[in-house]
């Protein structure tokens, strides 16, 4: 059995009556979720971020969202993102937008120069903390200084807000060209439901069809039943964050080098460039982003204490066995 | 069963233990004088002691060149071409010619940059290739990172590959500690990345580079200009843009095209200067080299600093795939005048797709 710590999910299934609320809303399948089941779910996640229901549109996953922002917006503008960059609407926006312009992140420190490279009206797209980096690495000020030009729209995925306990969500009411995505993948541990939202600005708000809400019924229910589970949620993502720390001063031990991070991921290089392909020879998944980015460097999602244990004990075999052609 | 060509330089890496930085033209007699013994047969045993897949026949070099290292391993072969006593860069040649007459799907080989060039001569962009490093200098991307990487590529030959790069190191430079690199060429090579994919990451890939390559060339054709002369430095990236416009690239060297003709190819620095006197409005069009990531002052000299000066940065163009560009902290440039050098330098686009740019930073 593959240990896959390579897709930032959450280790741990939902609570019981999590996934009775989801069987619950199988049994209504022949028939379409209706506008009161969605407003209730639209309720509950504005109730969680403190902001108005008109100001939150759901959807089945952060990727499907992204493309109705692009279709609604990004005609005639430059996307910006940063490199790498794990959109899987890239394709699209490279069809819809007027460029994509990615921007390079640099280890050790990953500063960002947020300076605008575009010219004309553009769409900002990143993440809080940071994919693959784990870190926050865009200033208050710095996105302020952003959203100062009304002609660039910037949308933020919080994916990561539960283990950070950081958001910009305060900004929202004042800045009409800011979005938040938030995702119940994560820390809620639905990532097999795909239940994520935005938290529109006016312009935003505007611009998308917010009425419109493609989701299913199982994932509706689970959603607002999860949300009624925050106190456990909080638990797990502690619990998460402890582990992370644990893995991090563990890996650091063997000899790889580990960023800080503030998801439930670490950024770590290391010696051997090839240590991807080892550890899934050893039935251990981790994502290798050399294909985009530089090599040597991995993203490992935090997952369980037995499966930490069995990594740190094929990196350690790995690095202290294995022959190969680094001389 | 599938037909894979296994050859061995026997002298690669003998120059590098004996302090003599390479083997290339008739060295690897003064190495054994100096007491080197051959290792690449070492490290090809090695590959294929995890190689797991069942379904190859090999074709394969006579004695040292290949045989030896599959003798007793269990896998089936047949030995093709002669050599004397002594092996040289011809007779490599001649095996792998022999190999692909006979039609093998892949072609394994160990060695180093020399023995890599001399592979790339033969089988082009045909036939994938799985280079295990075993020579001084290994600067070419298309050398498997380890053992472990080399027999993955071949127990999953088949599903995905990629263009990589291989590098001219003037080995007379390198002995005398500066090291000079060119690009020579790009081979085919099975991709391995597409395994440590997760679930969700199948957006961290750039899909295929040969596509990528078109659109690069797509966006950078669409937007050329009228009565404008585009310089394009050498590399396969910039030979696709010569394909879409229906003309011939020469691969190592610069031409130059104007309202969608060639109007000269093969240029030196000179000649590149009169066309400029001639048309006056005037775009480079560069691609980094692998690893080091030059665009300027390695590999297309004569894209002088005479010539940058004449069409300055603002004329200058990058274009890559990400897969190469991604993995580089910045561009390069080393015209051998500090303030040309200087005047390249700082951010610049590099175009990766169709309507797809990175922003690099340039130093000198």
């Known amino acids: 059995m593959l240990i896959d710590l390579s897709s930032n999910e959450n280790p741990y299934a939902p609570s019981r009556k999590v996934t009775e609320a989801a069987i619950q809303g199988l049994k209504g399948m022949n028939r379409y979720v209706v506008p009161e089941e969605l407003h209730m779910l639209r309720k509950a996640l504005g109730e969680y971020c403190g902001v108005g229901t008109e100001r939150i549109l759901p959807g089945p996953g952060t990727g499907y969202l992204l493309e109705r922002v692009l279709c609604s917006l990004a005609a005639g503008r430059e996307l910006v993102v940063l490199n790498p960059a794990f959109l899987s609407c ?92 938030r995702t119940l993948d994560k820390a809620f541990g639905l990532a097999g439901l795909r239940v994520s939202w935005l938290v529109c600005g006016d312009s935003f708000m505007k611009a998308l069809h917010i009425e419109n809400v493609c989701l299913c019924r199982p994932a509706v229910r689970a959603a607002l039943a999860a949300l009624e589970e925050q106190r456990a949620v909080l638990e797990n993502v502690k619990g998460v964050v402890e582990e992370r720390e644990r893995l991090k001063a563990v890996l650091s031990q063997l000899g790889l080098e580990v960023f800080p991070s503030e998801a439930n991921y670490l950024l770590v290089r290391s010696p051997r460039p090839d240590l991807g392909l080892l550890l899934r020879k050893r039935g251990i998944l981790i994502a290798d982003l050399s294909g985009q980015w530089f090599s040597g460097y991995f993203r490992i999602s935090i997952g369980r204490p037995e499966e930490h244990q069995a990594l740190a004990t094929a990196v350690e075999d790995i690095l202290r066995t294995e022959e190969g052609f680094m001389d | 069963m599938i037909k894979a060509g296994l050859v061995v330089n026997p002298i690669a890496g003998m120059g590098g233990n004996v302090g003599l930085k390479g083997t290339d033209g008739g060295l690897f007699r003064k190495a054994i004088e100096l007491g080197a013994r051959p290792s690449s047969g070492e490290r090809m045993r090695e590959v294929l002691s995890l190689v797991t897949r069942k379904d190859l026949y090999f074709l394969c070099g006579p004695g040292a060149m290949g045989e030896d290292c599959l003798k007793g391993t269990g896998f089936e072969f047949r030995v093709v071409g002669k050599i004397g006593a002594e092996t040289s860069a011809q007779d490599t040649k001649a095996v792998v010619r022999e190999m692909l007459r006979e039609g093998i799907r892949l072609l394994i080989f160990v060695g180093g940059d020399g023995t890599a060039r001399d592979v790339l001569d033969v089988v082009g962009l045909d036939t994938p290739v799985i280079a295990v490093p075993a020579g001084v200098k290994m600067f070419s991307a298309a050398f498997a990172i380890s053992a472990h990487a080399a027999a993955e590529m071949i127990n999953t030959f088949g599903q995905a590959f990629t263009e990589k790069e291989i590098l001219d190191i003037d080995e007379e430079a390198f002995r005398d500690n500066r090291l000079v690199a060119k690009p020579y060429g790009v081979v085919k090579v099975p991709d391995i990345q597409h395994l440590l994919q997760g679930k969700k990451t199948g957006s961290a890939v750039q899909g295929d580079v040969v596509d990528k390559k078109k659109e690069v060339a797509r966006i950078i054709v669409e937007n050329m200009l009228e009565d404008v002369l585009y310089i394009l430095g050498p590399g396969t990236t910039l030979k696709a843009v010569t394909d879409a416009l229906g003309l011939e690239k020469t691969l190592l060297g610069i031409d130059a095209v104007i309202n969608g003709k060639l109007a000269g190819k093969d240029l030196n620095e000179k000649q590149l200067l009169s066309f400029i006197e001639k048309y006056r409005k005037v775009k480079i069009i560069v691609t980094p080299i692998g690893g080091s990531g030059y665009i300027f002052g390695r590999g297309s000299r004569q894209i002088s600093s005479k010539v940058l000066a004449f069409a300055g940065k603002e004329n200058v163009m990058v274009a890559s795939t990400l897969d190469k560009v991604g993995g580089l902290d910045c561009l390069r440039v080393d015209t051998g005048d500090y303030e040309v050098d200087r005047s390249i330098s700082g951010k610049i686009p590099v175009i990766i797709g169709y309507k797809e740019e990175i922003i690099m930073e340039v130093k000198c």
């Open chain 1, 90 to 181: 890239l394709e699209l926006a490279a069809r819809l937008c007027k460029r994509v312009v990615r921007l390079q992140l640099k280890p050790p420190s990953f500063k960002v120069d947020w300076t605008p490279p575009a010219s004309g009206p553009a769409l900002v797209i990143l993440e809080s903390p940071n994919n693959p980096t784990g870190q926050c690495l865009i200033s208050r000020e710095a996105l302020k200084s952003l959203l100062k030009n009304e002609d660039c729209l910037v949308l933020i995925d919080e994916a990561g807000y539960e283990y950070a306990g950081k958001t910009f969500m305060d900004l929202i009411p004042d800045h009409p060209n800011l979005a938040l995505c």
